[in-house]
T-cell receptor, first 113, second 114 residues
Framework: NAGVTQTPKFQVLKTGQSMTLQCAQD?????MSWYRQDPGMGLRLIHY???????DQGEVPNGYNVSRSTTEDFPLRLLSAAPSQTSVYFC????????????FGAGSRLTVL | DQQVKQNSPSLSVQEGRISILNCDYT??????FLWYKKYPAEGPTFLIS?????DKNEDGRFTVFLNKSAKHLSLHIVPSQPGDSAVYFC?????????????FGQGTELSVKP
């Protein structure tokens, strides 16, 4: 039972490059989210999805795109990376009777030079 | 504007004593609150939660108290153990049981000293 799997664990980008952080869950959860963690800022919601084909913006969506073509996958795209996007990114999912209880992945540490 | 605030970045407690972590919120529409624990290089893990219709929820050594009039919640850990050393986040949700959209505080780093 893998839970929430994020890849890659570490990534270094140059300013202006694009990349996709992958997130997959095997719990058949309908809800999925992306958060970023920065020192002194806690966890801030970037985008979330309430089901396949449905996404919405969170607190800090600028510079990020998401799509949800399947229940299992929720990739986060950075179209033109900026140093301000250096952070640790967490994907999470939830569903069923415990929909408020998010299960998090182990995180992806991104550095933008 | 931070809707969920943890004003103490760190807390140090002696093993066996009580740890009290505090959290304040501004949005009166929040109706479900959670605490998460995070170790370095790992994702946050769920610890305990409370609905807005309750004022207390207990699970073993962990108790969460909610004061709706003050828009304040706290997490009590009794007795504290060295393994409890971690960053603790409080989180809030507007719509009970609609997932995906938790708002988190900044976190409090708890250090429990032997």
């Amino acid at each position: 039972n893998a839970g929430v799997t994020q890849t890659p664990k570490f990534q270094v980008l140059k300013t202006g490059q694009s990349m996709t952080l992958q997130c997959a869950q095997d719990m058949n959860h309908e809800y999925m989210s992306w958060y970023r963690q920065d020192p002194g800022m806690g966890l801030r919601l970037i985008h979330y999805s309430v089901g396949a084909g449905i996404t919405d913006q969170g607190e800090v969506p600028n510079g990020y795109n998401v799509s949800r073509s399947t229940t299992e996958d929720f990739p986060l795209r950075l179209l033109s990376a900026a140093p301000s996007q250096t952070s640790v990114y967490f994907c999470a999912s939830s569903g069923g009777s415990g929909a408020n209880v998010l299960t998090f992945g182990a995180g992806s540490r991104l550095t933008v030079l | 504007d931070q809707q969920v605030k943890q004003n103490s970045p760190s807390l140090s407690v002696q093993e066996g004593r009580i740890s009290i972590l505090n959290c304040d919120y501004t949005n009166s529409m929040f109706d479900y609150f959670l605490w998460y624990k995070k170790y370095p290089a790992e994702g946050p893990t769920f610890l305990i939660s409370i609905s807005s219709i309750k004022d207390k929820n207990e699970d073993g050594r962990f108790t969460v108290f909610l004061n709706k009039s003050a828009k304040h919640l706290s997490l009590h850990i009794v007795p504290s153990q060295p393994g409890d050393s971690a960053v603790y986040f409080c989180a809030a949700a507007v719509i009970y049981n609609q997932g995906g959209k938790l708002i988190f505080g900044q976190g409090t780093e708890l250090s429990v000293k032997p």
